[in-house]
C-alpha cells in the first residue's frame, strides 16, 4: 500500500505492525520538514502510540513547546511527532489543537484503537473501506487496491452524481464500499469488535465532526472598514508566513490573478532571498492565456519567474490524470494543475497558491448571481429565459450575451438546482443520458432531482439567518471547493510529490472571511471587495481591473481540431465501456451539436472521456 502512493512521498517508503497483530501503518514519506529524524511512522517512547500523517500542522512548534512543559520528550523536530504526544495528552480533543492541512491516524494500542482525523478545509484525502471485519484507510483509493480483500464495485448511483456534478459528492465515491472522510471530521475504529457499533463500544464509529465554519455570525458586522482591513492585513501575512516554513526548496504558483498576485506579495516582504514563481501559458489560444499577466506581477515582485507553455497534444495526459484521482474527474482545469505541478516540482519541492481566495471573499461571478436571482420576481425570471432563449450561442464563454444566457437558465429554479446549472456538467439531460438499467426500480431513485441536489441543498438551507450572498459562499465551501478543487490540487501536485500550502485556507482567515458582513465582500460588480482595499500596494490596477479567467483550457478548440480524432475514438471506437451504463445516441449527439459550432459542450465531453477511460483502466 505504501509503495502504491510513493509519488506523494518520493523520498522513501516505510511500515510497523503491531506485536498484537491488530494494526499495521505504512507511510511514503515527501521530505520537507526535520529531513533526518521525520521518519514515520512514528511512535511514542514505549512504542504504545504510533502515527501516520500527511501534511503541514503549522502550529506544532507552539504545540511542541505546551507538550514540552508537560512532561512529552520529543525525538525528532517533526511535526508528525506533535500527534503522538498530543494523542498521549489530549485524546480525541486532539484535532482541534491542530492548525494546518492533514490527514493523519493514531494507533493506541493499549486502547486497542485507531483514531482518524482530516483538516477543517478538505486539503488532504482520506478515504476507507469496511470489508468482514477489517478495517483500512489511505491517502488515495490505488492504495486500497493493493489489498487482497478490496471490494471494487462500483456504485451504480455514482453516474448520474458524476454527470451532474463532474464528480461524486462525499462521503461516496465511484466504488460502493470506499467512503470518504468528511473536511473538518473525525472518527475512531475500535479492533477486534463488529461493525454497526460506534464509538468506545467497538466497530466502526461513524464521523464525528470536530469544526463547522459558521457564516451567519454577526460578529464582524460592527467592524469599520479600517478595522477589518487591518485585522485581514495582519491575519493573511501571519498565514503566509507560517507556510513559509521548510526545510526544502520553497517557491510559488503565479497567475497574475488577485489571489496568486497577493500570496507572492506577502511572500516578497518576509523573505530576503530570491522567491521562484511558475506560471502556465496556453499557445494557440489567448482567451484562456494568463502568462501576460503573471510576467508582470513577476516583475513588479522582482522574482525568478518560469513560465511553461501548453500545447493542444496534451490530450495524452488522459490516462495519467485518471490514473492520479482514481476515479473520472471531470475538472479539465487539471491538465494545467498536472502540468505546471511536474515541471515546478523540477525546481522546489513545496509552492505556495492563491487557492481559496475566491471561495472565501467572494470572488466568483456566480456569488453576485445567487443574490441577484434570490431578489428577481420569478416572472421575470422566467421571462428572461424566455429571451435568453432565442440568443445566439457565442463561442467566447465570457461574453455579456452567454453570461445572460446561462443566469436566466437558473434564476428561476431553486437555490441548489440553480448553482448546479451554473457550475455542473449535465445536469439538465441525466434522464437523456443513463441507460436502461437506470429506468428499473432499483436505480429510478438515483437520479430524481432531490436525490441530485441533496449535496448542495443541505449546505443552503443550514444557515437559517445567513444571507443570500453568505449561503452561497457556505454551499461553495462544502461542496466545491473541497470535492473538486482542492481535489485536483492535491491529485495533481502530489502526483509529482509536490506540496502546496494555501494561505487563504489558514483556519484563522476561513473564520474571519466567513463572519464578514456582505458589504465587506462585494461592492456593485466588484468581488473580493475587502482583499483589494487591504492590499492595494500588491495589487496593481492592470491586475485588479482585468477579466477574470480562471485556469482554464480550450476545451472548445481541442475537442474540434486537435483532441477529434483521439476523443472520438476513445468515445465511440470499439471496446468503449460506458454504453454498457449510459445512452451512446446520448452522446453522440451531444458530440455532434459540439462539432457543428451550435453549443459548447467542451466541458460535458470531458467528462465523458475521463469516465470512459476509467471505466476502461478498471
Given at each position: 500500500?505504501?509503495?502504491?502512493?510513493?509519488?506523494?512521498?518520493?523520498?522513501?517508503?516505510?511500515?510497523?505492525?503491531?506485536?498484537?497483530?491488530?494494526?499495521?501503518?505504512?507511510?511514503?514519506?515527501?521530505?520537507?520538514?526535520?529531513?533526518h529524524t521525520g521518519g514515520q511512522p512514528m511512535a511514542?517512547?514505549?512504542?504504545?502510540?504510533?502515527?501516520?500523517?500527511?501534511?503541514?500542522?503549522?502550529?506544532?512548534?507552539?504545540?511542541?513547546?505546551?507538550?514540552?512543559?508537560?512532561?512529552?520528550?520529543?525525538?525528532?523536530?517533526?511535526?508528525?511527532?506533535?500527534?503522538?504526544?498530543?494523542?498521549?495528552?489530549?485524546?480525541?480533543?486532539?484535532?482541534?489543537?491542530?492548525?494546518?492541512?492533514?490527514?493523519?491516524?493514531?494507533?493506541?494500542e493499549r486502547r486497542g484503537s485507531l483514531f482518524l482525523?482530516?483538516?477543517?478545509?478538505?486539503?488532504?484525502?482520506?478515504?476507507?473501506?469496511?470489508?468482514?471485519?477489517?478495517?483500512?484507510?489511505?491517502?488515495?483509493?490505488?492504495?486500497?487496491?493493493?489489498?487482497?480483500?478490496f471490494d471494487g464495485e462500483l456504485d451504480p448511483a455514482?453516474?448520474?452524481?458524476?454527470?451532474?456534478?463532474?464528480?461524486?459528492?462525499?462521503?461516496?465515491?465511484?466504488?460502493?464500499?470506499?467512503?470518504?472522510?468528511?473536511?473538518?471530521?473525525?472518527?475512531?475504529?475500535?479492533?477486534?469488535?463488529?461493525?454497526?457499533?460506534?464509538?468506545?463500544?467497538?466497530?466502526?464509529?461513524?464521523?464525528?465532526?470536530?469544526?463547522?465554519?459558521?457564516?451567519?455570525?454577526?460578529?464582524?458586522?460592527?467592524?469599520?472598514?479600517?478595522?477589518?482591513?487591518?485585522?485581514?492585513?495582519?491575519?493573511?501575512?501571519?498565514?503566509?508566513?507560517?507556510?513559509?516554513?521548510?526545510?526544502?526548496?520553497?517557491?510559488?504558483?503565479?497567475?497574475?490573478?488577485?489571489?496568486?498576485?497577493?500570496?507572492?506579495?506577502?511572500?516578497?516582504?518576509?523573505?530576503?532571498?530570491?522567491?521562484?514563481?511558475?506560471?502556465?501559458?496556453?499557445?494557440?489560444?489567448?482567451?484562456?492565456?494568463?502568462?501576460?499577466?503573471?510576467?508582470?506581477?513577476?516583475?513588479?515582485?522582482?522574482?525568478?519567474?518560469?513560465?511553461?507553455?501548453?500545447?493542444?497534444?496534451?490530450?495524452?495526459?488522459?490516462?495519467?490524470?485518471?490514473?492520479?484521482?482514481?476515479?473520472?474527474?471531470?475538472?479539465?482545469?487539471?491538465?494545467?494543475?498536472?502540468?505546471?505541478?511536474?515541471?515546478?516540482?523540477?525546481?522546489?519541492?513545496?509552492?505556495?497558491?492563491?487557492?481559496?481566495?475566491?471561495?472565501?471573499?467572494?470572488?466568483?461571478?456566480?456569488?453576485?448571481?445567487?443574490?441577484?436571482?434570490?431578489?428577481?420576481?420569478?416572472?421575470?425570471?422566467?421571462?428572461?429565459?424566455?429571451?435568453?432563449?432565442?440568443?445566439?450561442?457565442?463561442?467566447?464563454?465570457?461574453?455579456?450575451?452567454?453570461?445572460?444566457?446561462?443566469?436566466?437558465?437558473?434564476?428561476?429554479?431553486?437555490?441548489?438546482?440553480?448553482?448546479?446549472?451554473?457550475?455542473?456538467?449535465?445536469?439538465?439531460?441525466?434522464?437523456?443520458?443513463?441507460?436502461?438499467?437506470?429506468?428499473?426500480?432499483?436505480?429510478?431513485?438515483?437520479?430524481?432531482?432531490?436525490?441530485?441536489?441533496?449535496?448542495?441543498?443541505?449546505?443552503?438551507?443550514?444557515?437559517?439567518?445567513?444571507?443570500?450572498?453568505?449561503?452561497?459562499?457556505?454551499?461553495?465551501?462544502?461542496?466545491?471547493?473541497?470535492?473538486?478543487?482542492?481535489?485536483?490540487?492535491?491529485?495533481?501536485?502530489?502526483?509529482?510529490?509536490?506540496?502546496?500550502?494555501?494561505?487563504?485556507?489558514?483556519?484563522?482567515?476561513?473564520?474571519?472571511?466567513?463572519?464578514?458582513?456582505?458589504?465587506?465582500?462585494?461592492?456593485?460588480?466588484?468581488?473580493?471587495?475587502?482583499?483589494?482595499?487591504?492590499?492595494?500596494?500588491?495589487?496593481?490596477?492592470?491586475?485588479?481591473?482585468?477579466?477574470?479567467?480562471?485556469?482554464?483550457?480550450?476545451?472548445?478548440?481541442?475537442?474540434?481540431?486537435?483532441?477529434?480524432?483521439?476523443?472520438?475514438?476513445?468515445?465511440?471506437?470499439?471496446?468503449?465501456?460506458?454504453?454498457?451504463?449510459?445512452?451512446?445516441?446520448?452522446?453522440?449527439?451531444?458530440?455532434?451539436?459540439?462539432?457543428?459550432?451550435?453549443?459548447?459542450?467542451?466541458?460535458?465531453?470531458?467528462?465523458?472521456?475521463?469516465?470512459?477511460?476509467?471505466?476502461?483502466?478498471?
Open positions: 500500500m505504501a509503495f502504491a502512493l510513493r509519488h506523494r512521498g518520493p523520498d522513501g517508503q516505510d511500515a510497523w505492525v503491531a506485536d498484537s497483530g491488530a494494526c499495521a501503518l505504512g507511510h511514503s514519506r515527501l521530505k520537507v520538514i526535520d529531513l511514542n517512547e514505549d512504542g504504545s502510540v504510533q502515527a501516520v500523517f500527511n501534511g503541514e500542522i503549522y502550529n506544532f512548534q507552539a504545540l511542541r513547546a505546551e507538550l514540552e512543559g508537560r512532561g512529552h520528550r520529543f525525538a525528532s523536530r517533526s511535526d508528525t511527532e506533535v500527534l503522538v504526544h498530543g494523542w498521549e495528552e489530549w485524546g480525541e480533543e486532539l484535532p482541534h489543537r491542530l492548525d494546518g492541512m492533514f490527514a493523519f491516524a493514531v494507533w493506541d482525523g482530516r483538516d477543517r478545509a478538505g486539503k488532504k484525502p482520506l478515504f476507507w473501506t469496511e470489508t468482514a471485519g477489517r478495517f483500512a484507510f489511505a491517502s488515495e483509493i490505488k492504495a486500497l487496491r493493493a489489498l487482497p480483500w455514482a453516474f448520474p452524481r458524476y454527470l451532474a456534478y463532474g464528480y461524486v459528492p462525499a462521503p461516496a465515491t465511484f466504488h460502493r464500499r470506499v467512503r470518504v472522510l468528511p473536511p473538518g471530521s473525525m472518527m475512531t475504529v475500535q479492533a477486534g469488535r463488529g461493525h454497526g457499533s460506534t464509538g468506545r463500544t467497538g466497530g466502526v464509529g461513524d464521523p464525528r465532526r470536530y469544526w463547522e465554519l459558521s457564516w451567519a455570525s454577526p460578529s464582524r458586522g460592527t467592524l469599520s472598514r479600517d478595522q477589518a482591513v487591518t485585522q485581514l492585513r495582519e491575519l493573511m501575512t501571519a498565514a503566509v508566513e507560517r507556510r513559509l516554513v521548510a526545510d526544502v526548496p520553497l517557491g510559488a504558483f503565479l497567475s497574475g490573478g488577485v489571489d496568486s498576485t497577493l500570496v507572492v506579495g506577502l511572500m516578497r516582504r518576509l523573505v530576503d532571498g530570491p522567491i521562484r514563481t511558475f506560471s502556465l501559458g496556453f499557445a494557440d489560444d489567448p482567451t484562456y492565456d494568463e502568462s501576460g499577466y503573471a510576467r508582470q506581477a513577476a516583475e513588479l515582485f522582482g522574482t525568478e519567474h518560469t513560465e511553461f507553455r501548453v500545447e493542444a497534444d496534451e490530450i495524452a495526459l488522459v490516462d495519467r490524470l485518471v490514473a492520479a484521482h482514481d476515479q473520472p474527474f471531470g475538472d479539465s482545469s487539471a491538465i494545467p494543475t498536472w502540468i505546471v505541478s511536474g515541471l515546478t516540482r523540477e525546481h522546489v519541492t513545496v509552492a505556495l497558491t492563491g487557492d481559496g481566495g475566491d471561495e472565501m471573499f467572494a470572488g466568483y461571478l456566480r456569488f453576485l448571481g445567487m443574490v441577484a436571482a434570490e431578489r428577481m420576481p420569478g416572472w421575470l425570471a422566467r421571462a428572461g429565459n424566455a429571451v435568453g432563449g432565442l440568443l445566439p450561442h457565442h463561442p467566447d464563454f465570457r461574453h455579456p450575451t452567454r453570461r445572460a444566457r446561462r443566469f436566466f437558465q437558473a434564476a428561476a429554479l431553486p437555490p441548489e438546482e440553480r448553482m448546479l446549472r451554473w457550475i455542473g456538467f449535465l445536469p439538465d439531460r441525466i434522464e437523456e443520458f443513463l441507460g436502461p438499467r437506470f429506468h428499473e426500480d432499483g436505480l429510478r431513485s438515483t437520479w430524481t432531482r432531490s436525490a441530485l441536489t441533496e449535496s448542495f441543498r443541505d449546505p443552503w438551507e443550514e444557515p437559517d439567518d445567513a444571507s443570500a450572498m453568505a449561503r452561497s459562499l457556505a454551499l461553495n465551501f462544502r461542496t466545491y471547493l473541497p470535492e473538486d478543487l482542492l481535489v485536483k490540487a492535491d491529485r495533481c501536485s502530489m502526483g509529482h510529490g509536490l506540496e502546496l500550502r494555501s494561505p487563504f485556507l489558514d483556519t484563522a482567515v476561513m473564520e474571519f472571511a466567513a463572519a464578514l458582513p456582505d458589504a465587506y465582500r462585494t461592492r456593485g460588480r466588484t468581488t473580493k471587495w475587502l482583499l483589494h482595499e487591504a492590499f492595494p500596494e500588491l495589487l496593481p490596477p492592470e491586475i485588479v481591473g482585468r477579466p477574470k479567467m480562471g485556469f482554464g483550457v480550450p476545451l472548445p478548440l481541442w475537442f474540434r481540431t486537435a483532441w477529434k480524432d483521439f476523443a472520438h475514438d476513445r468515445l465511440f471506437g470499439p471496446g468503449a465501456a460506458s454504453w454498457d451504463w449510459l445512452r451512446r445516441d446520448a452522446a453522440e449527439r451531444l458530440w455532434t451539436e459540439h462539432q457543428s459550432g451550435e453549443h459548447d459542450h467542451g466541458h460535458a465531453l470531458w467528462a465523458l472521456l475521463t469516465l470512459e477511460t476509467w471505466l476502461r483502466s478498471r
